[in-house]
């Protein structure tokens, strides 16, 4: 008998098996999905085929998958950029402040994800905030188009996941030693040199964390593309989206699942791999934090 | 960090300026036109409250917001339970299991299209017919595990030998339960209960699609995804603000109780 007096598998029966029946089983028929057939009227004919991977590869659905990924790489980069640059500046300013800021730079993350999005529509529609603007400068042309362009959706992006960034770079961030980047600017060090040798290695891995998440979650979203992007083929969610409700081709839409849970688990394996390599080469981060 | 020059400090300044602005402008817009006496969505023309009033006469966003409390109070009961046992479980081990881990990690990371997709063929395929009750199935698989990621913070710096020293003065296991572990680790729970109900409130994919045909089983982010997609109105901007300001008071309460969370 341990501690409370129950085992821990007991406990943690009931979740685990709502995992297990509601996640696992579910993904793995997905899975199993992907190896059949489309019926003729839709649904499912249970025969065996590779055709629908095959068809992922097809070069209309390769290049909403290149499209998808340019889309979701160019957001990542310019969310790590601000991220870090923000986190960076959290981290330098005085202790007491820190949590105050970190805590309004995380909160617009916590409002609904759709509202976050539409209140992209509202700025960048043809008589929004930025047109206004333009105009009270003297602007008199016709109003800019913004709005469902592919950088439309890259800001919406960008804006949605900027939040996650933040947190997770300043957490190594605020975690570092000073003394290390002292030691190196009394070594002669220049401001660049030790932040390119020094603090980037030591927040690698915050920095991975932030733009696997960015990367992963950009790269298979629906409502972003869906509101601000315009078209149907936007980005790959759209497609799997498509693929179950209206194209009523299941077993394709289970394959491109699969491709995006691929893509998800291989990046995940980098940045296991990247905090891994950043613990191993690492000095010890400061003892009081 | 220390010792920094006054030209450091102030780019430090403009970057936060910067990104504050970027984050705030587009929210702090929506809620100024949520006030806009005007029809027009964008076009500022006077202070007023009319389409708040008009909001709560409209019934479709009324059966919606009443939709989604029913999903978020029920998923948030059921996961706040197993995903704080859950925590307990993985805690009390003394082995670390790498695909116990994944299995709790992964409902957080998954695309939610794919949950979705994936819980839309499982019930089709077993015939089940969709409705409240299977949004309410599908939501716990992910605010059990976010429960879990809040409460094993907690109980990480929780020293497991009081609950031994409980049981040796001959507590029963419920008793060590009651008066020991559950009052280290309840504003954790309490925490992670409210993160669970705002991201039910918020959730969108993975209810449109296990809520089945039909609009009786419509939440309010379903709702307000097709009023988008007709186009802006005064009223969205109201009911954005309303649904804003609800997730900014459960995150406070849940930062209080919990502090450091933010952190995980």
Redesign the interface.
Same mark, same amino acid.
């Given at each position: 008998m341990t501690a409370i007096g129950t085992r821990p598998a007991f406990l943690m029966a009931p979740a685990l098996a709502w995992l297990v029946g509601l996640m696992v089983v579910p993904c793995a028929l997905v899975l199993a999905l992907a190896f059949f057939q489309r019926g003729v009227y839709g649904g499912v004919d249970y025969t065996f085929t590779l055709e629908n991977f095959g068809r992922v590869f097809d070069p209309l659905y390769a290049g909403i998958f290149l499209r998808s990924a340019r889309i979701a790489g160019t957001a990542t980069v310019i969310a790590v950029v601000l991220g870090y640059a923000a986190a960076y500046a959290i981290a330098s300013c005085r202790r007491s402040l820190q949590p105050v800021l970190l805590f309004f730079a995380v909160l617009p993350f916590w409002s609904n994800y759709l509202i976050r999005t539409y209140a992209w529509i509202v700025l960048l529609n043809r008589e929004g905030l930025i047109t206004q603007l333009l105009r009270w400068f003297g602007y008199e042309g016709e109003p800019p188009s913004m709005l469902y362009t592919e950088g439309a959706v890259i800001a919406g992006l960008v804006y949605n996941y900027l939040p996650f960034v933040i947190l997770a770079c300043y957490a190594p961030l605020s975690r570092m030693n000073p003394e290390l980047a002292e030691a190196s600017r009394d070594l002669g060090g220049s401001a660049f040199t030790t932040f390119r040798r020094i603090i980037l290695p030591l927040t690698l891995p915050g920095i991975a964390a932030g733009a696997v998440f960015v990367f992963v979650l950009s790269i298979g979203n629906f409502v972003t593309p869906a509101l601000l992007g315009g078209g149907r083929f936007q980005m790959i969610g759209n497609l799997v989206y498509d693929q179950f409700l209206t194209a009523n081709d299941w077993p394709f839409g289970a394959a491109l699942s699969m491709a995006l849970i691929g893509i998800m688990m291989l990046l995940l394996l980098v940045q296991a791999y990247a905090s891994d390599r950043a613990s191993t080469r690492t000095a010890p981060v400061r003892e009081d934090a | #960090? /220390?010792?920094?020059s006054a030209a450091?400090?102030r780019s430090?300044?403009a970057? @936060?300026v910067l990104?504050?602005a970027?984050?705030? =402008? +587009?929210?702090a $817009?929506?809620v100024a036109?949520s006030f806009n006496e005007g029809g @027009? +969505?964008? $076009?500022w023309s006077g202070f007023s409250t009319r389409w708040y009033v008009s909001l709560a006469s409209n019934q479709d966003i009324l059966s919606a917001a009443l939709n989604t409390l029913v999903v978020a109070v029920a998923s948030t009961a059921i996961a706040t339970?197993?995903?704080t046992?859950?925590a307990?479980?993985?805690e #009390?081990?003394r082995r670390r299991g790498t695909v116990?881990e994944a299995? $709790?990690f992964? +409902?957080m990371?998954? +695309?939610?299209?794919?949950?979705a997709? /994936?819980?839309?063929?499982?019930f089709s395929?077993l015939d089940v017919t969709m409705g409240l009750h299977t949004i309410v199935? /599908?939501h716990? =698989?992910f605010n059990?595990?976010f429960v879990?990621a809040v409460v094993r913070a907690r109980l990480k710096s929780f020293d497991?030998s009081i609950?031994?020293a409980s /049981?040796d003065l001959g507590a029963? *296991?419920l008793t060590?339960?009651r008066r020991v572990?559950l009052p280290v680790i309840l504003p954790a729970v309490i925490a992670g209960a409210l993160l669970a109900f705002?991201l039910s409130?918020?959730e969108?994919?993975i209810a449109f699609?296990t809520a089945g045909a039909g609009r009786s089983s419509t939440t309010l982010?379903m709702q307000?995804?097709s009023m988008?997609?007709f186009g802006?109105t005064p009223e969205?901007?109201a009911l *954005?603000t309303i =649904?804003?300001a609800v997730?900014?008071i459960?995150?406070a309460i849940s930062?209080r109780l919990n502090r450091g969370m933010?952190?995980q």
């Open positions: - | #960090m /220390a010792e920094r450091a400090r430090g300044t970057v @936060l990104v504050f970027f984050l705030y =402008v +587009p929210i $817009v929506l036109l @027009l +969505p964008t $076009v339970l197993l995903g046992l859950l307990i479980g993985i #009390m081990r116990l299995l $709790v992964a +409902p990371i998954i +695309p939610d299209i794919v949950l997709v /994936a819980l839309l063929s499982f395929m199935l /599908a716990v =698989v059990l595990a879990c497991w609950t031994e /049981a029963s *296991a060590t339960f572990t705002t409130v918020d969108f994919i699609f982010p307000i995804y988008i997609r802006i969205i901007n *954005a =649904v804003m997730s900014v459960a995150l930062q933010v952190g």
